[in-house]
């Protein structure tokens, strides 16, 4: 997380539809991120949640009607339109998007949207064959146009049976939408390149030589970008993380593979910042069957050749490119982070000591030190990885990304 929501008040408008039950996951983790959450039910929407499972969880009343009065508000709607820092309308079915579209305000939450000047996101979901209707279709284009932001929904079995276009996407990502809505767009018309995660170097079929890099520091940083609107390339190795949305990914193995995608997306590419653990050597030689452990009794030994410096190749190709690299280390960590920042021509590398439970691989947090070009060192506080992430682009956009010209004129 991000801490954009955090403080928000948000309004979450639940309408009549099977997925409405995942509405009560998106409350909690909106509440988790510390936003003030209040709920506005469709009156067909209490058929399959009941208000009383939101009020207990929001601890506010919920509104589903025009005509509720309590001390909290007169007029409710009202005030939650004037008060509200983003609205979330999921499920959001055809029928609230059709009078959504058509300026229709017949209900407690179609009446409260007209009212709406914050951001809205609209999270479709409904059948197939509903969805894909011209009709709803027509309806959520007229919605685009009129600024607010649809949610695409997932593809798979629905609940009436059929498969296809029309399930609610899972709670996590619309929380996700809604952080982008808080997040400054400081990145938008450049291009991103982020490594994440660990390569494998192949010993046999079933063998490989790595490291525990978990990728999440990677992710963060593509997803951070991604929330600012910078055009993503995640080249990521083996991880078990989902994919940020919205983000173009590129999976590989091998510090080779790895190697061949960046350099192919480098050209157009104005920050690349790598992250990925890649392997420093690899087997000479790959065995083509498993090695029995029967043949090499006493032991086994293998010869182990340098992989390409990935980083090293960048920072002579860079031109006018910000490049951004990592330095996990076990100690001497300024020293180290100094001598690899010039030796490989970087702009900014990020050092971290490995081996305590809060900072490094597989740790949901980061202690980490950034080491400028220009001399300047600034360390941070221990924080997850998301914030991490945002500090590094805060650092990133302030070095002035170049134009399209001048990376062309410099790149080799």
Request: with cysteine; charged share 25%; hydrophobic share 40%.
């Amino acid at each position: 997380m991000n801490n954009s929501i955090k403080n928000k008040n948000i309004i979450l408008g639940v309408c009549g539809g099977i997925a409405a039950y995942k509405s009560v996951e998106i409350l909690r983790l909106l509440q988790k991120q510390n936003a003030g959450v209040r709920v506005m039910m469709t009156p067909n929407a209490c058929h399959f949640a009941g208000p009383l499972t939101f009020e207990a969880l929001s601890g506010r009343p919920v509104c589903s009607s025009l005509f509720e009065k309590d001390v909290e508000s007169s007029i409710r709607h009202i005030d939650w339109a004037r008060e509200a820092d983003a609205v979330i309308i999921a499920p959001a079915t055809a029928n609230i998007i059709g009078k959504m579209a058509g300026g229709i305000a017949d209900d407690a939450l179609s009446t409260f949207l007209l009212a709406v000047t914050c951001p809205v996101l609209v999270c479709p979901s409904m059948n197939t064959h509903m969805y894909e209707s011209r009709a709803v279709q027509r309806n959520l284009e007229i919605l685009t146009a009129d600024g607010y932001r649809i949610v695409t929904p997932e593809s798979g079995e629905l609940a009436c049976g059929t498969s296809g276009a029309g399930r609610l996407p899972e709670p996590p990502i619309i929380v996700d939408r809604l952080e982008k809505c808080f997040t400054l767009p400081d990145l938008a018309d450049k291009k991103v390149l982020v490594t994440a995660g660990p390569t494998r170097e192949a010993i046999d079929p079933v063998r490989f030589i790595s490291n525990p890099s978990s990728g999440k520091m990677g992710y963060a940083i593509a997803r951070a970008a991604e929330h600012r609107d910078a055009d993503v390339t995640l080249i990521s190795g083996p991880t078990a993380l989902n994919p940020p949305v919205n983000v173009e990914m590129i999976r590989v193995n091998s510090a080779g593979e790895m190697a061949d995608a960046v350099f192919e997306h480098m050209e157009q590419s104005h920050i690349i910042i790598k992250t990925a653990a890649v392997a420093d050597y690899r087997p000479m030689d790959t065995a083509s069957h498993k090695i029995k452990k029967h043949e090499h009794r006493d032991k086994l030994v293998l010869s182990l050749t340098p992989t390409l410096d990935i980083l090293k190749t960048l920072g002579q190709r860079k031109g006018n490119r910000v490049l951004v690299g990592f330095a996990a280390e076990t100690r001497d960590l300024r020293d180290n982070a100094k001598k690899k920042l010039d030796a490989k021509n970087l702009d900014l590398i990020v050092g971290n000591l490995i081996g305590r439970p809060e900072s490094g691989f597989e740790s949901d947090t980061n202690s980490v030190t950034l080491f400028f070009k220009d001399g300047t060192v600034e360390a941070l506080p221990n924080m997850n990885k998301d914030e991490v992430a945002h500090v590094l682009l805060d650092r990133i956009a302030a070095l002035d990304p170049c134009s399209d010209t001048a990376m062309d004129q410099g790149a080799d």
